[in-house]
């Protein structure tokens, strides 16, 4: 595995995206412009809404970024090691163009590979999303980890608690997701410590969201008309 400063993290990640067709874009302002319903930048894929709802975009359906945000949501966990208040995120933005197939195996290639980051495959565990009334079971990210390689023993299907994304305020797109953990190293905090634990052991380092729904429409779309994303938290992880 490699030990990169954020800098070349940053610029690794831009240059994976980028051979991958991606335009790279400058990240937007802290504070939403022609947006009333957050106060700040809250996540890499808040400023890009109205694209993923279907405005074209004049970079092109592929995009790449390193985006500025401050998140107050959950600002009595900050002081631990995986909550910070001002962060940037890593995002690769499909719109309307690929979906899961792609996306999931890009963000095994940039995590795993010897060329990239080169993390050990078995550090690595992934959540899906069980289903429920708004969106169902998420066997085909299941099954795509599996495609890659993954032991169907470092998947787990959790709820919407934790797989679903949005919207980032009152309205806006919404979908479930996949989320990517490392294994810090720390021991288990029970027989059933597996991803998505809160106990520290294993840190969400991913999450690839797939666009499923609108607040407040809340109607379901195609797969084809969904855009997805990926993003990365630049954080060390420390094994106590
Ligand atoms: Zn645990």
């Given at each position: 595995?490699?030990?990169?400063?954020?800098?070349?993290?940053?610029?690794?990640?831009?240059?994976?995206?980028?051979?991958?067709?991606?335009?790279?874009?400058?990240?937007?302002?802290?504070?939403?412009?022609?947006?009333?319903?957050?106060?700040?930048?809250?996540?890499?894929?808040?400023?890009?809404?109205?694209?993923?709802?279907?405005?074209?975009?004049?970079?092109?359906?592929?995009?790449?970024?390193?985006?500025k945000c401050v998140r107050t949501g959950d600002i009595d966990e900050v002081g631990d090691t995986?909550?910070?208040?001002?962060?940037?995120?890593?995002?690769?933005?499909?719109?309307?163009?690929?979906?899961?197939?792609?996306?999931?195996?890009w963000s095994w290639e940039f995590l795993t590979d010897e060329k990239w980051l080169g993390i050990?495959?078995?550090?690595?565990?992934?959540?899906?999303?069980?289903?429920?009334?708004?969106?169902?079971?998420?066997?085909?990210?299941?099954?795509?980890?599996?495609?890659?390689?993954?032991?169907?023993?470092?998947?787990?299907?959790?709820?919407?608690?934790?797989?679903?994304?949005?919207?980032?305020?009152?309205?806006?797109?919404?979908?479930?997701?996949?989320?990517?953990?490392?294994?810090?190293?720390?021991?288990?905090?029970?027989?059933?410590?597996?991803?998505?634990?809160?106990?520290?052991?294993?840190?969400?380092?991913?999450n690839n969201v797939w666009r499923a729904c609108s607040i407040p429409t809340h109607s379901p779309?195609?797969?084809?008309?969904?855009?997805?994303?990926?993003?990365?938290?630049?954080?060390?992880?420390?094994?106590?």
């Amino acid at each position: 595995m490699r030990n990169l400063s954020s800098r070349e993290l940053r610029q690794l990640y831009l240059d994976f995206f980028r051979s991958k067709g991606h335009a790279v874009i400058p990240s937007a302002s802290l504070i939403p412009e022609n947006d009333p319903t957050v106060l700040f930048t809250t996540a890499g894929m808040h400023p890009l809404v109205p694209y993923l709802m279907g405005q074209k975009h004049p970079a092109g359906n592929r995009l790449t970024d390193v985006q500025k945000c401050v998140r107050t949501g959950d600002i009595d966990e900050v002081g631990d090691t995986s909550h910070c208040t001002f962060f940037e995120m890593l995002g690769n933005w499909s719109l309307g163009d690929y979906f899961k197939k792609e996306s999931i195996a890009w963000s095994w290639e940039f995590l795993t590979d010897e060329k990239w980051l080169g993390i050990p495959k078995d550090k690595l565990s992934f959540t899906c999303f069980e289903g429920d009334a708004d969106a169902p079971r998420d066997t085909i990210s299941h099954d795509r980890w599996v495609e890659m390689g993954v032991d169907p023993s470092h998947i787990v299907y959790l709820p919407k608690k934790h797989n679903w994304w949005g919207p980032a305020g009152l309205t806006g797109p919404c979908g479930p997701d996949t989320e990517i953990f490392y294994d810090t190293g720390r021991p288990a905090c029970g027989p059933d410590c597996k991803a998505g634990c809160d106990c520290g052991k294993y840190l969400e380092i991913w999450n690839n969201v797939w666009r499923a729904c609108s607040i407040p429409t809340h109607s379901p779309e195609s797969s084809s008309s969904s855009a997805s994303s990926a993003t990365i938290l630049i954080r060390k992880a420390t094994p106590r």
